[in-house]
Every structure is written in structure tokens, then in C-alpha cells.
């Protein structure tokens, strides 16, 4: 554990604390709260008196920067760092990289969405990527209990605000880039100049693997690069089946073609799977092996997983982007026996242009579709709702602005093979109103719903 904090609520005596000034609080505020705690050095911009040693300088952020790098990068980077960017995919394929590691008896480590996994250790994380100062103390005691191998998402805003500065990785993977996140990078060059950030931290004898079916993967070059796809790429998909709970690959690299069976459903899946697959064999290990315990893992919680409900299913999965909603919803309804029902919102304070663009493809792709709250967070839900409505071009659609309400009005629906895709929170266990963070949970919602059936 750093002795050094930047939130003074976790000092403890002996600690150094960083008064730093982010958007909506600032760190010098906190100064004497750290030094009740124990702080007994603190550095800052604004010069006060204080009854400890200070160091006063004039940019807080920086010295954090600089004095992590400075101490403890090269000894990060003695480990295998592999980095997933991309606008979806990145927590399912980093997940299953983090599975097979494990199972081929490798001791690895996972930073992303879904928390921070290590052996035992879980913790919950509030971003993607961490602030730089909790991910070099995520790294580093996992490094001490004797982690070989950190994999992560890599997020556009990390790339944006450095917060992997110092880090060096082995491999780094480029799943896809598609419309998100537009309120902070504002245009999609932004949004392309912020993930290709990550070739600057690739190191000299490093490997990118890129998507090759992806229109952006053109930018993403490297002089050791591999490629993935269904038609072109080192990896090439030559068949594969989309059964009721699996599916069925056919794998082609270096002419020689391998017959993989998955615990994943859905074409995009596959795409994810490649690249995983790309990852392991580009790190060396063998591709059999590496096919054998394919078979022992599973997509992470709240990534299209399924439920049975009557007789349809219910899926629970985090896509909130256009893309990821097109891609699952067309991706059901090219095996469909029934209806496609979908429940699906969009988040408050989060980028309105995405909004009509996914009432729009909800509509147009699925047979129904119940539109309620995602994460309305400060924002009235009401402006929200009527930025979705505004792409919507059908009448088949209700707006349940109650998200338990909408999801049991959906379970209630799912007859004859119906499936029911409810869509945007995923792994979540909280929903965001106001300033509030409640306990909310899409699955947790349909398993208590099961039990008033059985």
C-alpha cells in the first residue's frame, strides 16, 4: 500500500497527502481533515501555513505524475501488461483473458468495469480505469503477492488524462470504435485521437492486434501489428454456428484451422474471442491449451447473460452505446423463434446525441420495446426520454420511466420463445438519481420475479 493518499478520508498516520484540484472539489479544502488523520507531509499549490512538512508546487497533478513514474515504473513494468481499448468489448475479452490466465496457472491480475480481481481480492472500482495513483497501488501489491501478468481496459478518458503514464505494455488490443462519450471528446476525431494514445505506450518489442473488420483500425499502426476478422486478418474466423447457450468457431491462423466450442452467443462475441485468442498466442502459449480451457470460462455478470424465464429468456447486458444495442439486438434476432422484446434507456449527463440514434434502432430492430430510466443521474428524466422519442419513426414502444416496473412488464410479456433483452446497466447493482446512488439490479429484479412463480 502507497503512503501516499489523494483523498484525505483514507489517511492514515505517516501518510503524504496530494491536494489536488479536480472539477468539482479541491483537494486543498481537505488539507486539514488529512493532517487530523495523521498526514505528516502535504503537497499543494496554494501556500499555507501548516504544522507539517509541506512541498509547494505548481502543479499538483504533475508532481503525482511524475513522482509515481519516477518511483515505481520500471518496476511495474517488469510485468506482462496487455491493455484492450475500444468502444465495446473491452471488459468481456479482458475478462476472459483474465480467466484462461488463470487456468493455463498463471498468476494475473484485472483492472476494469467490473472491479479489480487478484486471487482472492475483489474490490469495486468507480471508473474503467482508475486515477493513476489507485492503479499503481492496485499494480503494485498485486506485483508484491507475486502477479505475473496485469491485464485492463483502457479507457478513452484514461488515454485523455493520463492516467497509465509510466506504464509500458506488452500487447495491446483495439476492439472498436463506435458513437460514445461525445459530451466529453465532443467529435469523433477527439474521441479517435484519444484511444490511439495507446501505441505511445506499447513497448519497443510490443504487439498491437487491431480488428481488422473495423473501419478505424487503418489508425492503429504499430511496426509489430496483428490483425483479427471474418474474412481478412492473421486470425480469420471460417465458420462458426450460434446455438441456444454456446457457440461453435472454426479459428484460422497461419493455414492451419482450429474447432473451438465457446461459452459465448453472438457474433460479437467472436470478434471478442479472437482477439483473446490473439493476445494468448501472441504471448506464447499454446494455441491447443489455450482451446482446452476455452471450454471453463465464461462471460463476466451482465454481459449477454441469459436467464431462463417460462419458456423464453431473459438477457441482461450492459450495451448503451447505438452500436452495442444494434449488435445484440440484431444478433438475437438472426436466430430468433419469437419476439424480441427490448428494455433500454439512456444516461443523464452522458452524451445526448446518441439518444435518438438508439430509440431509432430499438424500435426498427426489435418487436417491441419498453424505454425507461437508465442512470438519469442530475438531469430530468423527462428530457431524456423525449431525446430518445425523437429518433423513433413506429408506434411499437410504451415508456415506463420506473426501471423495476419496466423490467417486470417485460418478464410478463416473455412467452412462446420470447427474449427479452434488458440492456444498459449490465454488471451494475446501483442506480444513479440525483446525487444519490441507490442499490438496483437488473438480474436481481428477474431472479426475485422467478421466485413469486415458483
Not at 517488469?78 to 479482458?94: A, F
Not at 465458420?239 to 459465448?264: F, G, V
Not at 412488464?409 to 442506480?431: A, D, F, P, R, W
Amino acid at each position: 500500500m502507497l503512503k501516499i493518499k489523494i483523498d484525505s478520508r483514507k489517511i492514515e498516520k505517516g501518510d503524504t497527502f496530494v491536494a489536488l484540484k479536480g472539477t468539482n472539489v479541491d483537494g486543498h479544502d481537505y488539507i486539514k481533515q488529512a493532517l487530523l488523520n495523521g498526514a505528516t507531509k502535504v503537497v499543494l499549490e496554494k501556500d499555507q501555513e501548516l504544522s507539517c512538512e509541506k512541498i509547494l508546487v505548481k502543479d499538483t497533478k504533475k508532481w503525482l505524475d511524475d513522482y509515481l513514474v519516477n518511483h515505481y515504473a520500471a518496476q511495474i513494468n517488469e510485468l506482462t501488461l496487455i491493455g484492450v481499448t475500444g468502444t465495446n468489448g473491452k471488459t468481456t475479452s479482458c475478462f476472459l483473458i483474465y480467466q484462461l490466465l488463470k487456468k493455463l496457472g498463471q498468476k494475473v491480475a484485472y483492472i476494469g468495469t467490473i472491479g479489480y480481481y487478484f486471487e482472492d481480492d475483489f474490490q469495486e472500482l468507480p471508473n474503467t480505469t482508475p486515477n493513476i495513483l489507485d492503479l499503481y497501488d492496485l499494480i503494485l501489491t498485486a506485483l508484491e503477492k507475486g502477479c505475473q501478468y496485469v491485464v485492463m481496459e483502457v479507457s478513452s478518458h484514461a488515454l485523455d488524462l493520463q492516467r497509465i503514464a509510466g506504464l509500458k505494455f506488452k500487447i495491446v488490443g483495439f476492439t472498436n470504435l463506435t458513437q460514445d462519450h461525445l459530451d466529453y471528446h465532443k467529435t469523433m476525431e477527439n474521441y479517435l485521437k484519444a484511444k490511439l494514445k495507446i501505441i505511445d505506450y506499447l513497448k519497443e518489442d510490443g504487439i498491437l492486434i487491431v480488428n481488422n473488420d473495423d473501419s478505424y483500425s487503418k489508425y492503429f499502426k504499430f511496426k509489430q501489428r496483428k490483425t483479427f476478422g471474418f474474412e481478412k486478418g492473421d486470425y480469420i474466423v471460417e465458420e462458426y454456428k450460434d446455438k441456444i447457450e454456446k457457440s461453435y468457431l472454426k479459428l484460422k491462423t497461419k493455414n492451419i484451422s482450429y474447432e473451438i466450442i465457446l461459452n459465448l452467443k453472438n457474433k460479437f462475441n467472436i470478434y471478442n474471442y479472437l482477439l483473446v485468442f490473439a493476445i494468448l498466442d501472441s504471448l506464447g502459449f499454446n494455441k491447443e491449451e489455450i482451446i482446452n480451457k476455452t471450454k471453463d470460462i465464461y462471460p463476466p455478470k451482465g454481459r449477454c447473460e441469459q436467464i431462463k424465464v417460462h419458456d423464453g429468456l431473459a438477457i441482461i447486458d450492459y450495451a448503451h452505446t447505438p452500436d452495442a444495442v444494434l449488435k445484440i439486438i440484431t444478433s438475437f434476432k438472426e436466430n430468433k423463434t419469437s419476439k424480441i422484446i427490448t428494455i433500454v434507456g439512456c444516461g443523464g449527463d452522458r452524451d445526448p446525441k446518441k439518444r435518438p440514434i438508439m430509440g431509432d434502432i430499438a424500435t426498427t430492430y426489435s418487436d417491441y420495446v419498453i424505454f425507461t430510466n437508465d442512470n438519469p443521474r442530475t438531469e430530468d428524466p423527462i428530457t431524456i426520454m423525449d431525446g430518445i422519442i425523437k429518433g423513433v419513426k413506429t408506434d411499437n414502444y410504451e415508456i415506463i420511466y420506473d426501471r423495476k416496473e419496466a423490467i417486470l412488464k417485460g418478464l410478463s410479456l416473455i412467452k412462446n420463445n420470447t427474449i427479452l433483452l434488458v440492456l444498459g446497466k449490465g454488471h451494475e447493482n446501483y442506480q444513479i438519481i440525483g446525487q444519490k446512488k441507490i442499490h438496483f439490479d437488473d438480474k436481481e429484479i428477474i431472479q426475485n420475479y422467478l421466485k413469486t412463480l415458483s
